[in-house]
């Protein structure tokens, strides 16, 4: 049996003695190089990960971009957005302000603006003289002294005071009461010293309210509420063809009128004059204290 290798002899375990020795002879070297090759392996495998997470971070990179760029997209189109919400509220809330003009309040203020030419047609119509349409045009004037009565108050209630109301409402009292005056002083029913006195109080106090604005605003008295009331009995009762003892009653209420008219004007002087006063030394005080 010399024949036979030893490997072959000792058959498979004798191949595995072979395969542990090195060419140099030397034992256990075989295993050692078979550690090292297995442990290479998970090394390889090791470095094979860490190459397929380098290229997963790779390509996690171009993502994030992408997510920066629509989140960056968004905020654009959001901004816009809010930018045309604010021009579109400020569209609506202008449109609101230009409708705000045609309430209730400056409705009845232009109705009576309208009835002014209506009562004057009516009052002079056929000479001036016929009860029927000296009936016509009382209504005409009633219906515009309650109209100023309900305006300013809505106005005020409701907040529907506007410029246009400011300006447009005493002038429509001027215009229907004034008409109402000269119509009567033309017709021979009224003196016309009545006619300048109330007017001429009237155009006075309103060119004064302007004067002294800038110093601030000349309240309404309950005076002066009573006597537009008392004036505006007075004239629809002048109006109104009356004879007998209505004829004197009526006499007697415009005599309360022009009363009322001339103290309550003075009283609106007076009060002017205070305010201005007021005005001034206020005005006074804040430069010495800007100059201190």
Known sequence: MTGVPAS????????????????????G??????REGRGA???????????????????????????????ASRAVADSEDGAKAARGAKIAAAAVNQASVWNIANLLTMLRLLLVPAFVALMLADGGYDPAWR????????????????????????????????????????????????????????PWWVTGVILGRELGITLLRFLVIRYGVIP????GKL?????????????LALTGWLATLRW??????VVLTVVTGLDYVKQAIVLRRQGIAERKAALEETEA
């Open 41 to 71: 392996g998970p090394s390889g495998g090791g470095t094979a990960r860490r190459g397929l997470s380098g290229r997963g971070a790779g390509s996690a990179q171009p993502h994030a971009d992408e997510a920066a760029r629509a989140a």
């Open 8 to 27: 072959a002899a000792g058959g498979p375990s004798g191949a595995r003695r072979a395969a542990s020795i090195t060419p140099g002879g030397v034992p």
């Open 227 to 239: 006597k537009t009331l008392t004036q505006g009995v007075a004239v629809g009762m002048y109006v």
């Open 252 to 257: 007697w209420v415009m005599a309360a009128a």
């Open 135 to 190: 009936s016509l045009a009382w209504a005409a004037f009633a219906i515009a002294m309650i109209t100023d009565l309900f305006d300013g108050h809505l106005a005020r209630t409701y907040n529907l005071v506007t410029d246009f109301g400011k300006i447009a409402d005493p002038i429509a009292d001027k215009a229907i009461m004034g008409a109402a005056l000269i119509c009567l002083s033309a017709l021979g029913d009224l």
């Open 29 to 34: 070297a075989g295993r050692a190089v078979a």
């Open 220 to 223: 309404a008295s309950r005076g």
